[in-house]
């Protein structure tokens, strides 16, 4: 069993950064490959980012691409979500997700196919 506690939303303008953490324990945590998924009100989970269990391979949604960053530091049981230049379409409540298939298995991302979540982090971006 892994448990997964997301922190580091909050209010921020259009155009400001905020980092997301995701406190990782259990057994096996190391070993899965990681995701950042984000929920609108209203609207579907979405796939936001993915890292792979070592961190040396990361794929993310086109949306967010050249603006966010995932990365993990395993000696400290954590993800994180580095997100710049955020705009108003980035609202959401972002949950991290772990998945014991190796990243490059993943194939099509969809949140059915995660084994583990946090409760989430609501991140307001105003215009």
């Known amino acids: 069993q892994v448990q997964l506690v997301e922190s580091g939303g909050g209010s921020v303008q259009a155009g400001g950064s905020l980092r997301l953490s995701c406190a990782a324990s259990?057994?096996?945590?190391?070993?899965?490959?990681m995701g950042w998924f984000r929920q609108a009100p209203g609207k579907e989970r979405d796939f936001v980012a993915a890292v792979s269990w070592n961190g040396a391979t990361t794929f993310y949604a086109d949306s967010v691409k050249g603006r966010f960053t995932i990365s993990r530091d395993n000696a400290k049981n954590t993800i994180y979500l580095q997100m710049d230049s955020l705009e108003p379409e980035d609202t959401a409540v972002y949950f991290c997700?772990?998945?014991?298939?190796?990243?490059?298995?993943?194939?099509?991302?969809?949140?059915?196919?995660?084994?583990?979540w946090g409760k989430g982090t609501l991140v307001t971006v105003s215009s």
């Open positions: 259990g057994r096996g945590y190391s070993t899965f490959a």
């Open positions: 997700s772990a998945r014991k298939v190796p990243l490059r298995e993943w194939g099509t991302v969809d949140y059915h196919a995660m084994d583990y």
